[in-house]
């Protein structure tokens, strides 16, 4: 019972990672119909600036804040300079761009700030020191049934629920989210109401890279430390746990990507002989094959289904 | 003075021109009919005007020269367009359909709700159906919403693409005299696309023939009506 619920415990933290990586995913897919490889890239700068704002003595809540800030204008910038002028030309090209802004920013990030580059950087590169948000000392414990359950998992977790409910009221409850889903719905009636899309895709893409940074700063608390590599296989764990929770549902995109972390501890866990921890990777393809096979628009996406 | 006026307007996809060089006029509170035969360029004009694609050419709305401006502008100027094949947002409800459709009004969210109690009103079926998804309407359902959706933004010009596409002659009907009260009550200016035209005929103030990208004929109704040729091709009578 111990071992299970800290492993729930900690798949769910994981899984909070995997959920705000697939929601960045889903909300740009959303807009434009775009798979954004460069998802977890975007994410890992804005995560190293996190660390240099903290090395700059700054408090790490305002260093995540800023460095949402900085993550919202790489992704702005991404969509208004790279995506838009390339998707008008070819919207297959779009799918190199971002393929070539995922091998850029993890250069860039090599350049400023040390280690090895692609494609050994997930082995070799320099290990930077990272703060976790919450408090993460050994004795930071509350006891949960008789369990020992770290304040930090629960701090996570409590974070990842707070900005899936923001993000449910933005998309819900304002004029920009109607606009957001009118354009996800149908782009050219959307400029037919005098919806500005360009505004929308651009902030789309500014608001997936920032909440894409909440993701880097959360993962790399829980490594202790941000590194080159640091945001590969999270970004392989949060479009499985889109795939899962449907790619047009940011709904389905938190269910999925805690559903994908819990799933991948509890195996790495009870069935360590012959999964272990190497081979966790490959539950998350085991989760995409059989979702595609079984329910390809995932649990909450909708088929697109229309009377005419 | 005329509410909207193009002059020498052209337009087209890449390299193929489809519009080459068409002048045509709405009078405030005008019902005017555009006539023409799949492929003469009805829905290349209506895009041109909206401002969805490049185009040479006079555009005027209210004396303000509009052939450059966005899309959203343009709506801001009172131009609202019910595109071809409805184009209704399916996965959002019907009344989030509405409400997208007031996007440029903004910050009056208490006659932006009146206004779609109206055409609930209106439409009795739309609000029967507010909560549904409204990909899941009928044809005609979803026609209804995409002109009660354009005219949530209060325009005084409705350009409408062909809205007897795929409805019953009923349904068509209906719309129509929907269309034809709003013009003559609420004084709101309507410049209608169509193929087959009879449906519409008794509506119109003035007709427009296109055919190929050019005008080839405009006139009163009675004018064109009275025309054995035309009335053949484009009436079926």
């Known amino acids: 019972m111990e071992d299970f619920l800290q492993r729930l415990v900690d798949g769910l933290s994981y899984g909070s990672v995997y959920a705000l990586i697939a929601l960045g995913l889903v909300i740009i897919y959303r807009g434009t119909g775009h798979l954004n490889f460069a998802q977890g890239e975007m994410a890992l700068f804005s995560t190293y600036c996190v660390y240099q704002f903290g090395e700059w003595g700054i408090p790490v809540w305002i260093a995540l804040v800023l460095g949402m800030g900085v993550g919202f204008a790489v992704g702005a910038v991404s969509e208004v300079a790279l995506v838009r002028p390339i998707s008008k030309k070819s919207p297959f090209a779009v799918f190199v761009v971002t393929l070539g802004l995922f091998t850029f920013l993890n250069w860039l990030d090599g350049a400023i700030w040390g280690g090895q580059q692609l494609p050994s950087s997930a082995m070799g590169s320099t290990q930077l020191r990272f703060p976790s948000l919450f408090p993460a000392e050994a004795d930071a414990l509350w006891n949960v049934f008789g369990v020992a359950i770290r304040q930090e998992r629960v701090g996570i977790l409590a974070m990842v629920l707070v900005i899936s409910g923001l993000l449910y009221l933005l998309f819900n409850r304002t004029t920009f989210g109607l606009a957001m889903r009118a354009v996800a719905s149908n782009t050219e009636s959307a400029k037919l109401v005098g919806i500005r899309t360009n505004v929308v895709l651009m902030v789309s893409w500014g608001l997936a890279a920032a909440i894409g940074t909440v993701g880097g700063v959360v993962m790399a608390g829980l490594n202790s430390n941000v590194n080159l590599g640091l945001m590969f296989t999270v970004f392989i764990y949060g479009s499985a746990a889109a795939t899962l929770g449907g790619f047009d549902s940011p709904g389905g995109a938190v269910v999925g990507g805690l559903i994908i972390g819990v799933v991948e501890n509890m195996a790495a866990g009870y069935v360590q002989d012959w999964i272990g921890q190497e081979m966790k990777l490959a539950v998350a393809f085991l989760v995409i094959l059989g979702v595609l096979l079984v329910r390809p628009s995932g649990l909450f996406g909708t088929a697109k289904v229309e009377r005419v | ?237």
Request: a neutral charge; one cysteine or more; charged letters at 25%.
């Open chain 2, 1 to 237: 003075m005329n509410l909207l006026s193009v002059k020498g307007l052209s337009a087209g996809y890449g390299p193929v021109k489809v519009l080459d060089g068409i002048d045509l006029e709405v009078g405030e509170g005008e019902f005017v009919v555009m006539l023409g035969a799949n492929g003469a360029g009805k829905t290349t004009t209506m895009r041109a005007v909206s401002g969805l694609i490049p185009r040479h050419g006079e555009v005027t709305f209210d004396g303000r020269d509009i052939h450059r401006d966005s899309p959203d502008s343009i709506v801001r100027a009172g131009v609202a367009q019910v595109p071809q094949g409805r184009g209704t947002f399916p996965e959002l409800s019907v009344a989030d359909n509405l409400m997208a459709g007031a996007h440029v009004r903004h910050g009056k969210a208490a006659e932006v709700r009146a206004d779609i109690e109206k055409w609930f009103g209106v439409f009795p079926r739309l609000g029967e159906r507010r909560d549904q998804r409204a990909g899941s309407l009928s044809g005609g359902e979803q026609q209804m919403l995409a002109i009660a959706r354009a005219l949530m933004s209060r325009p005084r010009l409705l350009l409408c693409d062909e809205p007897s596409l795929g409805l019953a002659p009923l349904i068509t009907q209906e719309l129509f005299a929907v269309l034809g009260r709003l013009n003559k009550d609420d004084g709101l200016s309507v410049l209608l696309v169509e193929q087959n035209a009879n449906l519409a005929m008794h509506l119109a103030s003035r007709v427009y023939l296109l055919e190929t990208g050019r005008i080839v004929a405009s006139g009163s109704a009675a004018e064109i009506g009275a025309d054995d040729s035309i009335r053949k091709a484009y009436l079926g009578f």
